[in-house]
């Protein structure tokens, strides 16, 4: 193999490895080649990318090569790292989320003796990223504030409506048949779905009118 | 394709049948095997085909689907129609339908995804050669999710994984409870004024739950009994508007309080 | 700040991300820097990449540009054993796939009329892969969910956008067929449109009758 099939090979491998690399590792890799010219191709690597302006380097750490960004770069990966960060929700907003989606409007009370745990911290940074809002006070003592969800959180999933959420029921049934749908009965799982209600609600409101 | 997977061959018949999911695959794959034009289907021929395949499937102890027996249905069905004379009584005013017509739509149809799926497949191919970088150790961070991505799924996910950790699930579901009458006649009044138009099931937006629904109703019959809104439908079986009436604007409540 | 000096910087964060990553992002990086002249970056740096005997490329997918190792090295980036590959689609997942890609979006049912089988199974496969998801509701009664396609189908075929997936073939085929039969030549117009696809079916399936 000549060296300018070599180079690409050790580059491609320690771009993908992520990891520093050791030259035995290479060698699993590629075993026809020599030791020597393996480390002769990785040294004409970092030779390369010190040449010229590049954003990485090749470092030798602990005896093993490993493809870094350069250090001059720093800021600037900080700072996709840390706006990577903002955009992403943890697992406990998103838990928060669904709760507050799916049961709005609810106090924050209600979030808590669901999850089990305090949901101040979480709604204020749901709040701040504008994928909840406050929806009015619930009358009861105290009049807690009510929180649901906002258009933007509509935007982000595409929802044309609220009503567009898919039922729990439907999710965890994709998978099975309509027939073993229509069969069930269990009234606690059709919490979630609110369109076969509201036609019922409809019809017995007509029938009130009629009745007048 | 799904005809790769051969059926092993026990009945020793030498015969092999591919396994077919469907009625629309087996049917392209006879057409395709037998060079036969799919625009004008031999189709006593193609029928036979079809039976014989369902025969040899059975004596493979394959389960068949219904969908192959509908299909062998229709193209009995079809068969029959194309063996009747052409009726010429009517004036040659409309030309009979070819009885195949339908059938014919339906392959064409599913042909054409089913070649997008081969296309998919190389793109598939080619994209398995080619490797990102595994993502820096800042993995402390593995649950969360961009919400650039953050789909519907996420949410169903993240709300399973609630329900699973409840100690008793109808939590969830019966928390709301609390929600009365009165709030919601609250809402409904804020939600209206002199002269506006809602749809009915507007009021039901975000409405979630069954107590939710009987509360919502429940307000709304209270404050059609007060006055303050009408309900109006214009046309048989159109849809229910409510019309906030003048009563809402003099109207303070204050009467709830004193339940 | 100079090209030479963007570049580098550019560079860095394809690195870095792993994932594909927009212009948009990079622009909250380099808020300075105008959007044209960092497409233009990152064109050059894609031409770069492509000249000399690199192990690595620079390619656009969904809409976003993202580093990876080019397909030659593959036999040996496969070797390091770290790298797994997810299992192939299997077919009934590829049609499927294909069917809500180009029509999306659409509801089970409406997979089922073309593909003659139930997709139940198969559409909760590809939204456990994160292939598919649901996008919203058909207003008809029922209220079915509709699907679509996500971002990381595109990523998966290494697609740009949804414009870039093939063209439907059978289309030009039946088009062909038209010209030929009534001696028309609007084959352009039938890309997407079905409708006129069964119709045209429905002239030669005459013909062939009236001519026998």
Chains 1, 3 share one sequence.
């Not at chain 1, 504008?130 to 933007?152: C, H, N, Q």
């Not at chain 2, 092993?8 to 037998?34: Q, T, Y």
């Not at chain 2, 928390?175 to 409904?188: A, C, G, M, T």
Request: aromatic share 6%; with cysteine; proline share 4%.
């Amino acid at each position: 193999m000549e060296d300018h099939e070599i180079k690409p090979i050790i580059e491609a491998l320690l771009f993908v490895s992520g990891d520093a690399i050791s030259v035995e590792r290479i060698r699993e890799v590629l075993p026809e080649i020599e030791k020597s010219k393996i480390i002769e191709m990785l040294v004409a690597l970092q030779e390369t990318y010190e040449q010229s302006d590049r954003g990485m380097q090749i470092v030798l750490v602990a005896s093993e090569y490993q493809m870094t960004t350069r250090s001059e770069m720093s800021p600037w990966v900080k700072k996709l790292e840390k706006i990577k960060t903002a955009s992403r929700l943890s697992q406990p907003s998103l838990e928060t989320l669904a709760i507050i989606a799916y049961k709005q409007p609810l106090t924050r009370a209600e979030v808590e003796a669901i999850r089990g745990v305090d949901a101040a911290g979480v709604i204020k940074t749901l709040i701040d990223r504008r994928l909840v809002k406050i929806v009015g006070r619930k009358e009861v003592a105290g009049r807690p504030l009510m929180y649901g969800t906002t258009r933007d959180f509509l935007l982000y999933f595409g929802l044309p409506n609220l009503a567009g959420l898919p039922t729990l029921k439907e999710f965890s049934d994709i998978a099975e048949r309509e027939a073993e749908l229509s069969e069930e009965s269990d009234s606690s799982e059709l919490a979630l779905e609110p369109a076969s209600e509201v036609e019922s609600c409809e019809e017995s409101l007509v029938t009130s009118e009629e009745s007048k | 394709m799904n005809g790769l997977e051969t059926m092993e061959d026990v009945s020793g018949i030498g015969v092999k049948v591919p396994a077919f999911e469907g009625s629309l695959e087996l049917l392209l794959h006879l057409i395709k095997e037998n060079q036969v034009n799919i625009y004008d289907i031999p189709i006593a021929f193609i029928t036979q085909q079809y039976l014989e395949t369902l025969d040899q499937m059975k004596s493979l102890n394959l389960s068949i689907a219904g969908d192959f027996l509908v299909m062998a249905a229709t193209l009995i069905h079809i068969k029959s129609k194309m063996l009747l004379p052409v009726h010429e009584t009517e004036e040659a005013e409309e030309i009979e339908e070819d009885p195949r017509f339908e059938l014919v739509a339906r392959l064409l149809e599913y042909k054409k995804f089913k070649e997008a799926a081969g296309e998919l497949e190389s793109f598939e191919t080619i994209q398995r050669q080619i490797f990102a970088r595994a993502p820096l150790p800042v993995d402390s961070e593995t649950c969360e999710i961009s919400l650039g991505n953050l789909d519907m799924t996420d949410l169903l996910t993240a709300l399973q994984k609630v329900i699973a950790r409840l100690p008793d699930p109808a939590t969830l579901f019966i928390q709301n409870d609390e929600l009365s009458v009165r709030d919601k006649i609250y809402f409904l009044v804020s939600m209206m004024e002199p002269g506006k138009t809602l749809l009915f099931d507007q009021i039901f937006d975000g409405v979630q739950t069954r107590h939710e629904v009987v509360v919502t109703f429940l307000a709304l019959l209270e404050v059609i009994r007060l006055g303050l809104i009408k309900v109006l439908q214009l046309e048989d079986c159109g849809a229910l508007r409510l019309i906030g009436t003048d009563n809402l604007k003099n109207n303070n409540l204050t009467f709830l309080e004193e339940e």
